[in-house]
């Protein structure tokens, strides 16, 4: 954009893209893309390759990534859950395993700061419904067991494990669903010990996210 920010890639982001899809096994694609340097603003030719494997309990997401040129690369699953099916998503519940959260503007973009969930709104250390609150946010995690999300009406449980070191969740206000899209945090949201993801030549972008089901 004119101020320099980049959401999704752009309106060329690989969201948008032909992907060339392979059936591994009965349980698994294997997803292709391949992006000349520059084509989203970013340096750096990238070979992207996200397996998605059938597990028993839910769906593994497997991203890898190499690069010529030293680059950012940041990818994420943006799919939304409405666990029973449809309807309002106020009496959903959900926790996140998460320490602080970071501050945005008024753009929606990282100051550099970042705020304690303890005694907040952003806290959901315990299951608790979600009710009216919308969110757009990057939470800093403290277990690979990053999120829960229980269905209000329905006995269905959703369980979100991932190597990243936080997630974004999403509530829209304009439809009833939610979005755990686990992730490094952006450029610009950094602190001191949280590093960037910085993706190079000899240092390829790996991340590796499960989604698991179960009625309680």
């Known amino acids: 954009t004119k101020e320099k920010i980049v959401l999704h890639c752009g309106p060329d982001g690989w969201s948008h893209q032909y992907w060339e899809i392979d059936q591994i096994d009965a349980q698994t694609l294997r997803c292709k ?4 340097s520059k084509k989203v603003g970013l340096p750096g030719h990238i070979n ?42 106020d009496a959903h519940q959900l926790q996140i395993n998460a320490s602080h959260y970071l501050d945005l503007d008024d753009r929606l973009v990282p100051t550099g700061q970042y705020h304690t969930i303890d ?18 946010d990057f939470f800093i995690g ?49 602190s001191k010990d949280i590093s960037p993801t910085l993706a190079g030549p000899n240092r390829p972008y790996r991340q590796k996210t499960q989604f698991l089901f179960q009625s309680f």
């Open 33 to 36: 893309l391949q992006c000349k």
């Open 48 to 89: 992207a390759v996200v397996h998605y494997r059938l597990l028993e309990l839910g769906i593994e997401i497997d991203y890898l990534a190499t690069t010529d040129q030293e680059t950012l690369i940041n990818l994420t699953n943006h799919a939304y859950f409405n666990l029973d099916g449809g309807g309002t998503m």
């Open 119 to 136: 005694g907040t709104s952003m806290d959901f250390g315990q299951m608790r419904p979600l009710k009216n609150q919308f969110l757009d």
């Open 142 to 190: 403290t277990s690979p067991k990053i999120a829960r999300l229980k269905g209000g009406q329905k006995n269905i449980e959703m369980q979100v494990i991932t190597d990243q070191p936080g997630t974004v969740i999403f509530r829209p206000r304009h439809f009833e669903a939610l979005c755990i899209e686990t992730q490094a945090p952006p450029k610009g949201g950094l």
